[in-house]
């Protein structure tokens, strides 16, 4: 047995391996609930009716979507220029603080619309930084960034916990680890009442619009393209490899500290070191579900953040543990990859 | 500067030592095996997750602590064939395939420690391996209770860095393995089966991840708490650069490394209230990533890390 490269690929291989990576995995989930001795079907169903069963249970859903499209994209645009950001969860964190911190000590007064756009931009920033970085490593010293950018997570999750024990407590939370809270005029305005689904939404849908325009549409986007297909091909035609390197791990970076800075200004209010269920590692999965796809990425964030809160609903209902829904999110992903395979490759005896 | 001296003369120090470095080693060398093979496995994080998990939970439910470390070893066995499934046999991304088994090994085995162990306020413990003085040596002053009390999986992790050092640089299976990381076609042609040979590397180095793991809960510790591995399977892959691909200095990397552990956490006390206890948190990640900043571009990596190899195909 061999395996052969596709010629062609058709239409169809482009949206099978989602869909086939969806039901493969939540069909070995099942096996799991089964393990578990809850009835499947009814464990399913309040798997869907925990996501989308009621109006609360839609905007919870869609709530947990927002930061999940911007990890999302912060994976999606790295790994395709392969610029392996891995580095989210922590890039998220120091956006998150950096928003209250700005929000608290510096812009306190200011209205709105003044403040919440210095806010956002000051999020994202933080986020570029903590990942130019280790690139700045990888270019200078020839480092890894897979490793750097996971061991950054580490560090800026201790950074953050270390600002909310001292300088940025809040003082009013009874000796509680919380950061002070982020100015009333920087909560984001909601979308929907009486619930707590926030215009982050919005700008997630619209950041990954506009990427999918650089990308298809722009110079730049080609170039990201080509560094990640093949560095020293590209390098030959005249890429600026470390421009192009650099211009990527600021979109991904800065997409990364912007989910922090909406969860914080959009649905806490403060930070916490439970800010994140972690929303970085997430966005890797929600990338390759896309196939690294950013309009792809709005849909396959939607999926895993109904996994996550039906998964809720579904251990309230069933006494299944809520780790079922990191499982299905984790098997989606290496099926994906499998399914991506075999689009790509025939088998040949 | 008093304090610090006081610390670094405690025999207590030096023991821990050991103790924090015997996942490392075990993790790094597994790691260290999988790259000299030409494959990254970003498995381990989650590899000695379960490995910590389900030995703990063999021994939980009767098993004698030895069977622990074996049904660790099995599993993680197990998760490293799946890798290898995806990245040799598939030849898929490695980097994004080792992601993907480490967030299925470490949810996993959430899940079924959830479904198996109720949730209490203690959590349930079981009887760890207790360390053993070796005879003559421990009786020694400072270095007998530093270096020869320790629990019989420490004492096989030094050995197996003896072991694994000449399997990989004195065997002709070594040498095999040696070729397949840095040139499969050229293996290939000497009558080796890269295929069999990364298969055989993926599989025994998770088993040692997963033993590492295992330490953690039947030895360092007594029970298992989720995110209790904090990022020592990163460290070990950042490790396996720190040591050029070598065993030997894998050891002293993680002696090192557990070096700057202990003795970060023993200054916690000393200047408690000076400095906040995050700072010393920080430390083992930030010597990580400075080892990795000093010693990369010196580091020969295997020529074919991360190149699948595909029969006819270049």
Known sequence: MRFERREQRSTLMVFAPPLLAVGVSLMLSGVLIALAGAPILEAFGALLNGAFGSRLAITETLTRTAPLILTGLAAATAFRAKLWNIGAEGQLYLGAIVVAAVSSQVLGGLPGYVQIPLLLVAGSVAGMVLLLVPLWMRLRFSVDEVVTTLLLNFVAILFVSMLIDTVLKDPLAFGWPQSVPVADEAMLPRIVSRSRLHVGLLIGILLALVIYFIQSRTVFGIQSRAAGFNASAAKFAGVPLKKTLVLVAMISGGAAGLAGAIEVMGVQGYVTTELSPSFGYSGIVVAMLANLNPIGVIFSALFIAAMFVGADGMSRAMGIPTYIADVTVALSLLSMLVAVFFTQYRVRK | ?314
Request: aromatic share 12%; glycine share 10%.
């Open chain 2, 1 to 314: 500067m008093n304090e610090i001296a006081d610390i670094l003369a405690s025999a207590g120090l030096w023991s821990a030592v050991l103790r924090i470095a015997t996942p490392l080693i075990f993790g790094t060398l597994g790691a260290l095996l999988c790259e000299r093979a030409g494959v990254l496995n970003l498995g381990i994080e989650g590899i000695m997750t379960f490995g910590a998990m389900v030995g703990w939970l063999a021994v939980y439910n009767g098993a004698d602590l030895w069977t622990g470390v074996l049904v660790a070893a099995l599993c993680g066995g197990a998760f490293g064939a799946l890798h290898a499934g995806l990245t040799v046999t598939l030849g898929l991304s490695q980097h994004v395939s080792g992601l993907g088994v480490t967030l299925f090994s470490a949810s996993f085995s959430y899940y079924i420690f959830r479904l198996l162990v109720p949730v209490s306020g203690t959590p349930p413990t079981v009887e760890p391996f207790q360390p053993i003085a070796i005879p003559g040596l421990s009786d020694l002053p400072f270095v007998g209770p530093a270096l020869f009390t320790q629990t019989t999986p420490t004492y096989l992790a030094i050995v197996l860095v003896i072991v694994l050092g000449y399997l990989v640089f004195k065997t002709p299976m070594g040498l095999a393995i040696r070729m397949t990381g840095e040139n499969p076609h050229a293996a290939e042609a000497q009558g080796v089966n890269p295929i069999v040979i990364r298969y055989g590397c993926v599989i025994f180095g998770s088993a040692l991840m997963a033993i590492g793991g295992s330490f953690l809960t039947l030895s360092a510790f007594n029970s298992f708490f989720p995110t209790m591995v904090q990022g020592r399977g990163w460290i070990c892959i950042a490790l396996v650069v720190f040591a050029m691909w070598r065993p030997s200095r894998a050891l002293l990397g993680a002696l090192l490394f557990a070096f700057f552990d202990a003795f970060q956490f023993r200054l916690q006390t000393v200047l408690s209230g000076v400095v906040p206890y995050q700072v010393f948190l920080m430390i083992p990640y930030i010597l990580s990533i400075a080892a990795l900043a000093f010693m990369a571009r010196r580091a020969r990596v295997p020529q074919a890390l991360m190149q699948p190899f595909r029969r006819g195909e270049r």
